[in-house]
């Protein structure tokens, strides 16, 4: 039974939380991208920060629908070093991702590609 049956979480948490939780199996990528289509589910996703100069606060949110989340992929490193041992900041990689090897493959619906 999910840990969520107990608490006050929407029924599609512990849904979720089933499809995710069970012991020892595998997860399913196909029926995890179903499940987020059938209910619509969105990550919402808020960073907090401040401004060291003038001590601001600085808010940022955005919120992924299920067709806009990529599977199995990771952010390129923005970060390397020069050759006089600097680092360097490449702001352009920083949305960049790349396919992780080995990995399941999503099917090639646009879900997990665009």
Known sequence: ESKNRESDAPEAAIAL??????????????????????????????????????????????????????????????????PDGRCVVNIEAMNQTVPLEGAFQMPDDGHASQ
Not at 37 to 57: D, F
Request: hydrophobic content about 40%.
């Open 17 to 82: 939380d089933e499809l995710l939780g069970k012991a020892g199996s595998q997860w399913d990528g196909r029926a995890i991208i179903e499940f987020l289509a059938e209910t619509e589910m969105e990550i919402v996703v808020m960073l907090e920060g401040i401004e060291p100069i003038g001590s601001c606060t600085i808010q940022a949110r955005h919120s992924y629908t299920y067709d806009q989340i990529m599977f199995n992929h990771d952010f390129k490193d923005p970060v390397s070093r020069d």
